[in-house]
């Protein structure tokens, strides 16, 4: 018998699936037993039907593939109705985008003409060499509101070029002591400027025209109608930041810096790695199964077979991805390598016991029927576990990874269906030659002595194994307690990634690349015109700016009163001391109309059309969203003491949606977990048919989860949205190991009643592929190690780990669990 053929039990073929039922509450096991060899023997018999079948239905999804999209951005990592979505959706149909792209221009001297030269072909080459934008703002179109003897002149900064020294001065005294422009166009100590660039709010595609609709709807709008107009694309989004990264290129320069950042920025960056990553993990993972499949098989149909099942199940779990409207994410990212690490496990199940059944004689379609008999069932239960794990993603307030709790067991079912169904039909329509006995798994057998005598420890001495499990696992738990969360897109980067640098520099230069938005509603139109309400929002501003302490630091705040403070100095001769609220209503909104009638809709993104609606933007750095719920927290307080009895307001924004995404990650983990406990505890159960060795089984499973956590509480490492996932996915993993060795401890129990000689037939015959499932799982997570993002890597590292911890802990932690629990029962009976 070979090694890795003993991973689903001893015995012979056929008798030990139909035929060993023993006791009786194995009957429904045994039944199921032999429909599934009843099965192979139908699969083998009609082997081009099921392969044409396969190929078509595989071929049908793939059909989708070339409308795969990726969406990182900020509003996708929450669900469509969570209200911070719904009220940012709202301020964007009202005020149009808020997350403009900032692209900073440091350079010796910003008031040279050749500077100034520069900016302009700059600022021209955005304008026609960018898609999707509806406004760009420079130096060169910057607002200039001034009275003169006709009244109000509302005009661009460099709308007459300079021609003489005098003329630059003029401009430099102008921009430098303009409190409009400070930190939004020009960088307090004047040696950087700002492009503020806005790219257009809706999708030119049209309502008809988006896409699949469902998940992969644009950036995130509720409740999709047909005549509802659709946001930005995330292709269109990509699309803004590749054109102005190819302009940079061509204008950066020592003597003229570009920085850029922005919330597209960093969408468009997540995307551009997930691609990478995508074109290493597939060829390295598959490079891996294929050198794994060949030590264990030492055949070519051994490597071919298992990687043809896996690679169209995935692909067509991608292909259904897509077809439902879903996009990739970070989250989704880890689906391809998880399934095909799932996957190649479930097929060599099947085809080691093919091969062993083949080396001891059994004709062809024998050697199938009875392999699906004798391992369909234990294949068919670590998957509904694992899947059952993922499922618990779907109690997630965070879409990606809801998405992937949705998507990864339709991913494990399909690769059973495959391995099933397809992989029975390619090896009855590729004749397989007789294996040479003892060549099959031959890589694994110096460790089966191993195992079994650690096996044999565990049941002989419990104590000496449960005491320093005991302790290590406590001092997991107090790690745990440590543990903290974080979101912080930048720090996934290398700190000389240009992102990464450009933020910096952005933050540093401008005062912030993110925003926070608060519309207040004045509860009648015309309110906005009120001077009472003017100077209300005018103490938010300052009261916000109060608030904020490091690393969250207030960079700027625009809203209305720029416009009515300007209007008012120009109308007043242009004295700086009238750079003031006027004193009426009536002077408010007269001004107001005047600005209007000027030409200028600068308006249109600070007030609604009734003058009842006030937008305040403040800008702040891009930080660990960590920092933001304790500030708005403080917000919130500050704005229903100062606007309770006068106006309603909503707070939003990036920083809003940032903060939303922290506390939704925060439940999400505990919503996961505590899924994954509650629905794989009763499966257990169920299938080893004992609550009591249901429960002892769960112990194992629980020590990966504690021990990750342990390890990340201990270093420091703080949980974000991707290795959040990595608990409940490993509960749902470990258990098919568990699920291996208790069903065979069961059998063998029952038959000899000998505890100790149970352990050591279970690992006899099932310890080596225990082992391989798991040198599969931590090779394949360990692939995650090669992405550029270091909480992918994380995520991988730790996963990797997990498998390891559970493979020890099937290994020692059960078999003394075992021992300890049956002689306290056989005690008291």
């Known amino acids: 018998m070979t090694q890795a053929a003993r991973q689903s039990g001893g015995g012979g073929g056929h008798e030990g699936s139909a035929g060993a039922s023993g006791a009786g509450d194995r009957s429904w096991q045994a039944r199921i037993e032999v429909a599934f060899e009843r099965w192979g023997r139908f699969v083998y018999r009609h082997r081009w039907s099921a392969l044409v079948f396969s190929v078509l239905v595989t071929g049908w999804l793939v059909s989708f593939l070339p409308r795969l999209e990726l969406d990182n951005s900020t509003e996708s990592f929450l669900l469509k109705d969570d209200p911070a979505v719904i009220v940012y959706n709202a301020m ?14 440091e350079a010796p001297d910003l008031f040279t003409p ?23 703002d420079s130096l060169l179109n910057a607002r200039v509101t001034r009275g003169d003897e006709q009244g109000l002149v509302v005009e661009e900064l460099l709308e007459v070029w300079p021609e003489s020294p005098g003329d630059y001065r003029r401009i430099r005294d102008y921009v430098l002591s303009n409190p409009t422009y400070r930190n939004a166009l020009v960088s307090a100590d004047g040696t950087a400027t700002a492009i503020a660039i806005r790219p257009e709010t809706y999708t030119t595609l049209g309502p008809t025209d988006e896409g699949l609709g469902g998940f992969g709807a644009g950036d995130g709008e509720g409740g999709a109608d047909d005549d509802e107009p659709v946001y930005l694309t995330a292709a269109e989004g990509d699309a803004v930041v590749a054109g102005l990264l190819d302009v940079i290129e061509r204008f950066d320069g020592p003597d003229f810096r570009l920085h850029l950042a922005g919330a597209l920025v960093m969408t468009y960056r997540l995307n551009q790695a997930m691609m990478r990553d995508f074109s290493v993990f597939m060829p390295s993972m598959l490079l891996l199964m294929g050198i794994v499949l060949a030590v264990l098989f030492r055949r070519v149909a051994g490597v071919v077979l298992p990687i043809m099942v896996v690679v169209l199940s995935l692909v067509a779990t991608i292909g259904l991805m897509v077809m439902l409207g879903i996009p990739g994410s970070a989250a989704v990212q880890i689906l391809p390598v998880f399934l095909l690490t799932v996957g190649v496990c479930d097929a060599v199940h099947i085809l080691a016991i093919v091969y062993r059944l083949r080396m001891e004689g059994a004709c062809e379609e024998d050697a199938v029927a009875r392999a699906l008999g004798h391992s369909g069932l234990a294949v068919l239960m670590t998957s509904v576990t694992t899947a059952v794990g993922m499922l618990s993603f779907t109690t997630a307030e965070m879409a990606s990874v809801a998405q992937l709790g949705f998507l990864a067991p339709i991913g494990v079912s399909l690769a059973f269906i495959y391995t099933v ?3 029975p039909a390619l090896i009855a329509i590729f004749p397989m030659p007789i294996p040479t006995r003892g060549r099959i798994g031959q890589g694994l057998f110096p460790f089966e002595t191993f195992l079994v005598s650690a096996g044999t420890f565990a049941v002989r001495s419990p104590i000496r194994v449960l005491l320093p499990a005991s302790l290590l696992t406590i001092l997991g738990i107090l790690g745990a307690l440590q543990t903290t969360f974080s979101h912080d897109g930048l720090d996934w980067f290398p700190e000389d990634d240009r992102v990464r640098r450009d933020f910096l520099a952005v933050d540093q230069d401008l005062g912030g690349s993110i925003s926070l938005d608060v519309v207040v509603d004045s509860r009648e139109p015309g309110g906005v015109y009120e001077p009472g309400f003017l100077q209300a929002l005018s103490r938010i501003g300052d009261e916000i700016a109060n608030i904020a302490s490091e690393p969250i630091v207030v960079g700027k705040v625009v809203s209305i009163l720029d416009v009515v ?75 229903e003491k100062t606007l309770s009895a006068r106006a309603d307001y909503e707070v939003t924004g990036l920083m809003m949606l940032l903060s939303s995404i922290f506390d939704a990650m925060i439940r999400s983990m505990m919503r996961s977990y505590a899924f994954a406990l509650l629905a794989i505890t009763p499966l257990m159960m169920l299938i080893l048919g004992s609550l009591r060795r249901g429960f002892v089984a769960m112990i194992p499973n629980l020590m990966p989860v504690v021990a990750v956590l342990g390890v990340m509480g201990w270093l420091g490492k703080p949980l974000d949205s991707v290795t959040m996932m990595v608990g409940a996915m490993v509960i749902g993993i470990a258990v098919d190991d568990t699920i291996h060795f208790m069903h065979k401890f069961h059998r063998y129990f029952e038959e000899s009643g000998d505890l100790e000689m149970a352990v050591r037939e279970t690992l006899r015959t099932t310890g080596s592929a225990l082992l391989f499932t798991s040198l599969v799982l931590m090779a394949g997570f360990s692939i995650f190690g090669l992405s550029e993002m270091s909480n992918i890597r994380a995520f991988g590292l730790l996963s990797a780990f997990a498998a390891l911890v559970a493979f020890l802990a099937d290994l020692l932690v059960a078999p003394a669990l075992l021992a300890l629990v049956e002689r306290v029962r056989a005690r008291s009976v």
């Not at 960018?130 to 406004?135: A, F, G, H, K, R």
Request: glycine share 2%; proline share 5%; charged share 35%.
């Open 421 to 423: 169904v397809l992989l």
């Open 565 to 639: 403070r300007e209007t008012h100095q120009a109308l007043n001769e242009n004295r700086p001391e009238m750079r003031r609220i006027p004193d009426t209503r009536e002077a408010v909104a007269q001004e107001l109309l005047l600005f209007e009638n000027s030409g200028s809709d600068d308006t249109e993104e600070l007030v609604d059309s009734e003058f009842r609606l006030a937008r305040l933007n403040v800008r702040v750095p891009f930080v660990d969203a960590l920092v933001f719920p304790p500030f708005l927290e403080k917000v919130d307080r500050m704005l």
């Open 92 to 105: 964007r149909d009202q005020f149009g985008r808020d997350d403009r792209i900032i692209l900073a221009v």
């Open 114 to 136: 050749e500077f100034l030269s520069r900016l302009r072909e700059l600022h021209r080459a955005i304008e026609t060499d960018v898609p999707y934008l509806s406004e760009v």
